[in-house]
């Protein structure tokens, strides 16, 4: 499954970087190295990694800025692995377009579930344009959604919400970034507001809404659409 796939490590901890070349390299994957921000960018654009798996505290520049510059034209998983663990820092790398945040140290097991779950959402995203999760179906070109054959009766801003948590599936979303694509910048603080339409989607979609097991509740940060 990972041959010829290849991960981009951007961390300056060189223990950090051989654990991890020993654990991905086991699993069929290409490892490539950068101890700093300005390499990582300079591999990123070279090498076009599967993956990315990037550290906040580099040397030279700010992992917030790196996950910025990359976002302006990578389009596939970056997964932050970072010693900081603050709230503030796991939803700005979030908002800035992390798949995913593990904090060191970490669980090699856990990294490696999180990088399937990227890899399940990124193939699933290109193959088709409708997504099958047991018994949904959402059609994301003529706006559907099903369960068990029958037609979820969902409002446009229901469906528009919907869409966008199936297709960053296991990736956590923040409120902030939830609230900016749906209904724009002046409601990004609108958190109650977002609760209410989630509560709703639950209602039609969940078989126990008080036991989502598709729409996940993110504990002060945002929701995840469960692969």
């Known amino acids: 499954m990972n041959e010829n796939e290849t991960i981009l490590i951007i961390d300056d901890e060189l223990q950090i970087r051989r ?16 101890a700093n921000g300005k390499d990582g960018l300079v591999d990123a654009a070279t090498f ?5 798996i990037l ?22 998983p970056v997964i932050v692995l970072s010693v900081r663990d603050s709230e503030r820092d796991i939803i ?13 140290p970490f669980r090699s097991g856990e990294l490696l579930a999180r990088i399937r779950a990227a890899q399940r959402a990124t193939t699933e995203k290109n193959e088709s344009s409708i997504l099958q999760i047991g018994s949904i179906s ?12 029958e037609i979820l009766k969902l409002t446009t801003t229901e ?18 970034y939830i609230l900016k694509e749906i209904w724009g910048f002046g409601y990004q603080e609108q958190t109650q507001y977002l609760r209410v339409f989630i509560a709703q989607i639950r209602k ?3 078989e126990n809404p008080s036991k989502p097991e598709l729409i996940i509740t993110v504990s002060g940060i945002g929701y995840r659409f469960e692969t």
């Open 92 to 104: 700005q790398a979030l908002d800035n377009g992390a798949n995913d945040y593990l904090t060191k």
């Open 48 to 52: 076009h990694p599967s993956i990315i």
């Open 204 to 206: 039609k979609l969940e």
């Open 55 to 76: 550290d906040l505290g580099l040397p030279d520049i700010d992992g917030h800025i790196i996950l910025k510059k990359l976002r302006e034209w990578y389009s596939k």
């Open 19 to 34: 654990l991890l070349e020993i654990t991905l390299s086991a699993k069929g994957f290409k490892i490539i190295h950068s």
């Open 138 to 149: 959402i059609d994301f070109v003529n706006h559907v959604a099903k369960k068990n054959d």
């Open 159 to 176: 469906f528009s919400l919907l869409s966008l948590l199936a297709k960053n599936q296991g990736r956590v979303l923040t409120h902030h």
